[in-house]
C-alpha cells in the first residue's frame, strides 16, 4: 500500500475567514492606518478579538476603581457592555472549537 492510498480524500471543509476592515482614524482626524487582513481564520480572529476585549475590560476596571460619579456611571455601563461582548464571543469560539 503506498502513503497516497493512506491520505484521506475527504473535502475539507470550508472555513468562515474575515473581511478587511479599517481602523485607526482618530475619530476620522484622518484616513485609517491600521486594517484587519481579509482571509485570517475566524478563530484565529476571534481568539485576539477576546484578548483585546479582556484587556479593555481589565483597563476599564482599573479605572472602575479610581473614578467617582458621574463618571462611575459611565465606566459602569461599559463594564456591562464588555461583559456581554466577552461572553458573545468565548461562546461563539468554543463553539467553533467543538465543531
Given at each position: 500500500?503506498?502513503?497516497?492510498?493512506?491520505?484521506?480524500?475527504?473535502?475539507?471543509?470550508?472555513?468562515?475567514?474575515?473581511?478587511?476592515?479599517?481602523?485607526?482614524?482618530?475619530?476620522?482626524?484622518?484616513?485609517?492606518?491600521?486594517?484587519?487582513?481579509?482571509?485570517?481564520?475566524?478563530?484565529?480572529?476571534?481568539?485576539?478579538?477576546?484578548?483585546?476585549?479582556?484587556?479593555?475590560?481589565?483597563?476599564?476596571?482599573?479605572?472602575?476603581?479610581?473614578?467617582?460619579?458621574?463618571?462611575?456611571?459611565?465606566?459602569?455601563?461599559?463594564?456591562?457592555?464588555?461583559?456581554?461582548?466577552?461572553?458573545?464571543?468565548?461562546?461563539?469560539l468554543e463553539?467553533?472549537?467543538?465543531?
Amino acid at each position: 500500500m503506498n502513503q497516497e492510498s493512506l491520505v484521506n480524500h475527504s473535502p475539507r471543509k470550508s472555513r468562515p475567514v474575515t473581511a478587511c476592515s479599517h481602523f485607526g482614524t482618530c475619530n476620522h482626524a484622518h484616513d485609517p492606518i491600521l486594517s484587519v487582513r481579509a482571509g485570517v481564520d475566524s478563530e484565529d480572529a476571534l481568539v485576539c478579538a477576546v484578548a483585546a476585549l479582556k484587556a479593555a475590560y481589565e483597563t476599564n476596571a482599573a479605572a472602575l476603581e479610581k473614578a467617582g460619579e458621574p463618571l462611575r456611571s459611565l465606566l459602569t455601563a461599559t463594564e456591562n457592555s464588555l461583559e456581554k461582548g466577552m461572553a458573545l464571543a468565548e461562546a461563539v469560539l468554543e463553539g467553533l472549537e467543538q465543531a
